[in-house]
């Protein structure tokens, strides 16, 4: 099961680096994109696609640079939270480039951060 399910997300994965990417935001190194076209919305939770996509790139421990990261996100709309369920991390920018590292452990629930890059992006899927 656990396979299947990394599967589906590694097919989801593939489609949504195909996909249109919108600008949302950004942060001081970081300029963010989504792909509204792919937001799943089941009862009080929201599944979206978010690109970020570094000025500077970021120097991993092994050397490597890594310029972008596709990351699954899931936010709670009525608990104002958001977790990390995928990530991959890609040595150049928009997603594009070699596949550096790959992350599949759902992270842990954490509350929104206000006026963070998080909030717009919480904002945009609850519509708050």
Same mark, same amino acid.
């Given at each position: 099961? =656990?396979?299947?399910?990394?599967?589906?997300?590694?097919?989801?994965?593939?489609?949504?680096?195909?996909?249109?990417?919108?600008?949302?935001?950004?942060?001081?190194? !970081?300029?963010?994109?989504?792909?509204?076209?792919?937001? =799943?919305?089941?009862?009080?939770?929201? =599944?979206?696609?978010?690109?970020?996509?570094?000025?500077?790139?970021?120097?991993?421990?092994?050397?490597?640079?890594?310029?972008?990261?596709?990351?699954?996100?899931?936010?709670?709309? !009525?608990?104002?939270?958001?977790?990390?369920?995928?990530?991959?991390?890609? !040595?150049?920018?928009?997603?594009?480039?070699?596949?550096?590292?790959?992350?599949?452990?759902?992270?842990?629930? !954490?509350?929104?951060?206000?006026?963070?890059?998080?909030?717009?992006?919480?904002?945009?899927?609850?519509?708050?």
């Amino acid at each position: 099961m =656990k396979r299947l399910l990394l599967f589906l997300i590694l097919i989801t994965l593939n489609n949504s680096v195909k996909a249109e990417w919108v600008y949302i935001n950004k942060t001081i190194d !970081t300029f963010y994109y989504i792909n509204p076209d792919i937001i =799943k919305k089941s009862n009080n939770n929201v =599944k979206m696609w978010i690109l970020g996509d570094f000025i500077t790139g970021r120097k991993l421990k092994n050397g490597i640079m890594n310029l972008s990261i596709i990351d699954h996100t899931e936010f709670n709309c !009525t608990e104002n939270k958001s977790r990390s369920t995928y990530q991959v991390l890609y !040595t150049d920018n928009m997603g594009k480039g070699e596949k550096i590292h790959t992350f599949s452990d759902p992270g842990e629930w !954490t509350s929104i951060v206000p006026q963070s890059a998080g909030e717009t992006h919480f904002k945009f899927v609850c519509r708050k």
